[in-house]
């Protein structure tokens, strides 16, 4: 029997762009390293003058229709995620959409979020520190700066492509440090189409460790980020907040709330612009309710906090973190 619960971000993150264009026949061609384009095949699009309207970024895992007819059909939005391409294909409901894409691709079934509970075999089992260094790591690679990630933020978090022999050859690896500083895992990041997107050593539980949190306890803030992924973490670091986390997915546990609790008084929430991101924002409040003042940044559908520039990142976030942003500057 297939579960009733949906994890939206799991099912999002295991399904690449590529293969479900190919699963409804949609040929694109190349324009460049990770973007395809070509003629729109979903059926809200009827401008017949927009014959070259439709792109797709397979690092991303997105995709946009520029033609005035599936723009208008979405409310003005031009793109999204994959659930929301089923969803427009198939015209149905973003979660028939995640059913359809979890039991015609395999995505593992989750009976239940485990973010969103603290057992106690992950209580009794912390993650362990990791007996060695991966070397020769190249902070200066294309996929970084393809990523508006700059060499010394990528030296700052340790974060380079790694051309070693092992499991996370040929990815692109970010340490991951547990509030004390111990490194405690690496992801590696696939610089192409390849799947997985991310791969975490066996046995280490994401929902233990916030992001970054080894350096944002020391920002001097009584205000803290809260985002996503890695590289809204760096391109919010990079944007001058030091004072930024990593929920590497878009759910806390009251390990992650925990410490927050300890060294903040005020959380912002600014996670992805999607059905994810909202479900998440609505738990992560729910979580931290009672224990931190707590303000939620919503973006626009489609949107990513690392596809921001310096300058909306300072214009969102300026104003709940303001003095020490201010010194920083």
């Not at 029997?1 to 479900?20: E, L, T, Y």
């Not at 294909?89 to 959409?97: F, I, P």
Request: charge should be positive; glycine fraction near 10%.
């Amino acid at each position: 029997m297939s579960s009733n619960w949906v994890d939206f971000k799991q099912v999002k993150d295991s399904v690449g762009i590529r293969h479900v264009l190919d699963r409804y026949g949609v040929r694109l061609r190349r324009v460049g390293p990770y973007e395809l384009r070509g003629q729109c095949p979903l059926p809200t699009h009827t401008s017949k003058n927009s014959t070259d309207s439709f792109s797709a970024n397979v690092d991303l895992n997105a995709w946009s229709c520029q033609s005035s007819s599936c723009m208008s059909a979405r409310g003005g939005r031009a793109g999204g995620n994959v659930l929301d391409l089923v969803a427009i294909m198939e015209r149905c409901s973003l979660r028939e959409a995640a059913i359809r894409l979890k039991e015609g691709f395999g995505v593992p079934v989750v009976t239940q979020p485990k973010q969103l509970t603290s057992t106690r075999a992950e209580a009794a089992e912390p993650n362990q520190p990791l007996g060695f260094v991966l070397r020769d790591i190249d902070c200066g690679h294309s996929y970084l700066s393809s990523r508006s990630i700059t060499p010394q933020t990528a030296r700052t978090f340790g974060v380079g492509f790694y051309g070693g022999t092992g499991l996370l050859h040929g990815r692109v690896v970010i340490p991951i440090r547990n509030e004390t500083s111990e490194l405690v895992a690496y992801a590696g990041r696939a610089i192409d189409a390849s799947e997985p997107k991310y791969r975490f050593p066996s046995g280490f539980r994401k929902s233990q460790v916030l992001f970054n949190l080894h350096r944002a306890r020391h920002s001097g803030q009584q205000s803290v980020v809260i985002v996503e992924g890695f590289f809204d973490t760096m391109k919010i670091h990079q944007a001058g907040f030091r004072n930024v986390v990593g929920l590497m997915g878009s759910t806390i546990s009251d390990q992650q709330a925990d410490p927050l609790a300890r060294h903040y008084s005020n959380a912002v929430v600014l996670l992805d612009g999607d059905n994810a991101g909202r479900q998440g924002t609505d738990a992560i409040a729910r979580r931290l309710s009672g224990r931190l003042r707590f303000t939620e940044i919503n973006l626009p559908d489609g949107v990513q906090p690392d596809q921001l520039a310096a300058k909306e990142i300072t214009h969102l976030l300026g104003g709940y973190c303001r003095e020490k942003h201010a010194l920083e500057r």
